[in-house]
């Protein structure tokens, strides 16, 4: 009478076949244990994305305008502590870069993003250059008639009722250049770039 025997084991008493260390019933998991493949860096969703920042528009175009005429005086000041004996003013390019960064800041702080905003920016910036421009001359020309020993104001020179017969915006006509437009141009850009970096 024949004796049967079952047939030998692995000696950690598996009955099934030898797995591979880390290895599942359905076959080599990959290391962390996830039976469904790698997962993308961060987890398995993609991060939230933040909504778009809202702002107040209206006070945004208010400022803007504050800051165009603080812009403006900050030229026409400059074109007076530049100007030179003679009476002849210095072209101040860099000036026209500072209010349109003024001007697009401000807008773009307060008013977040929307898309008419830099459009807005980039009008009030060019505003500002022509006014600090206008400014400037007419404190230029004060400067002058006191050096004649006369007086008047940079008031005096908004309209053609003074002493030179001549206002600072029929002198703007006659005096300004490629360069002139491409100042207030340069302002209009800047004030439309930086609306739209700051208010996104």
């Known amino acids: 009478m024949s004796q049967s025997f079952p047939p030998p084991q692995p000696t950690d008493g598996n009955p099934y076949a030898q797995q591979q260390p880390g290895a599942g019933p359905y076959g080599q998991q990959p290391a962390g244990g996830n039976p469904f493949g790698q997962q993308p860096a961060g987890g398995a969703f993609p991060p939230p994305v933040a909504p ?54 401000a807008v773009g702080k307060l ?33 002058a008639v006191e050096k004649a020993g006369m007086s008047a104001s940079w008031t005096d020179f908004l309209t053609d009722d003074n002493i030179l017969r ?20 340069l302002g209009g850009f800047i004030g439309f770039g930086s609306a739209k970096k700051i208010g996104g």
């Open 166 to 185: 001549t206002s600072a915006f029929t002198g703007w006509k006659e005096e300004a250049d490629a360069m002139t437009y491409l100042f207030i141009a």
């Open 111 to 143: 008013g977040g993003r929307n898309p008419v905003l830099p459009i807005v920016s980039a009008v009030l910036a060019v505003v500002g250059v022509y006014l600090g421009q206008i400014f400037g001359m007419s404190v230029v020309a004060s400067y």
């Open 52 to 105: 778009a920042r809202q702002g107040n528009v209206a006070l945004a175009i208010v400022v803007g305008v504050v800051a165009a005429l603080i812009g403006a005086a900050i030229y026409g000041g400059l074109m007076r502590a530049f100007v030179k004996d003679n009476g002849e003013t210095v072209e101040l390019s860099y000036v026209a870069v500072v209010v349109g960064a003024l001007v697009g800041f």
